[in-house]
């Protein structure tokens, strides 16, 4: 990262009218980190349908950060910038990462891995799954300002044994 600058900061803050001040100089702190992001991902479909393993296995991978429940998609929708989402994502990995990557009573952390850090980030995304059809149900302006973005984006449809999802579902007390 280059040396900090009140000046350029003042003009980013600007242009990107931040909503949250934390966000939009994280953004413009990891600007370079991010530079290099080919791939918007997103997690959607069905609870307990193994979102939150496969998202920390790819999160493992040293160019790819995977958020965990962030909601990334309903803060764009919020009007928060890509670079205030994408540091979003990365600092609520590290969050994730302090809670020893425990979720529901499972534990999802990948010893010697990248889980909490990344090298060159090239894909970065949410996991956020449920949540993520009913950010497309309440906001049907997200298909507007995902086609403005730039790089790539993908959505990823995790499936489980139907009899799964209902067992595990009933185990936790979910209707």
């Given amino acids: 990262m280059s040396p900090f600058n009140l000046e350029q900061l003042k003009r980013y803050a600007r242009l990107v009218k931040p909503l949250s001040i934390r966000s939009a100089i ?3 702190r990891y600007r370079n ?3 290099d992001v080919r791939v918007f991902t997103f997690f959607l479909g069905y609870m307990r349908s193994g979102h939150t393993l496969v ?3 790819l999160n493992a991978h040293p160019n790819i950060v995977i958020s965990h429940e962030l909601g990334a998609l309903s803060l764009l929708a919020k009007g928060y910038s890509v670079p205030q989402v994408f540091y979003l994502c990365v600092r609520k990995d590290k969050e994730f990462g302090g809670q020893n990557r425990t979720w ?8 010697g891995q990248y889980q909490r850090s ?3 980030l ?5 996991k956020h799954g449920a949540a993520t059809v009913y950010d497309f149900e309440n906001n049907t302006k997200l298909f507007r300002i995902l086609s403005k973005y730039s790089k790539k984006i993908k959505g990823i449809h995790h499936t489980r044994k139907p009899f799964d ?3 595990n ?3 936790k007390g979910e209707k």
């Fill in 33 to 35: 980190a991010f530079k």
């Fill in 26 to 28: 994280g953004g413009w």
């Fill in 122 to 126: 090239h894909v970065i995304g949410d």
């Fill in 169 to 171: 579902g009933l185990k």
């Fill in 104 to 111: 529901t009573g499972y534990k999802y952390k990948i010893n």
């Fill in 165 to 167: 999802v209902i067992s």
């Fill in 118 to 120: 990344f090298e060159n």
């Fill in 55 to 57: 998202g920390q296995l």
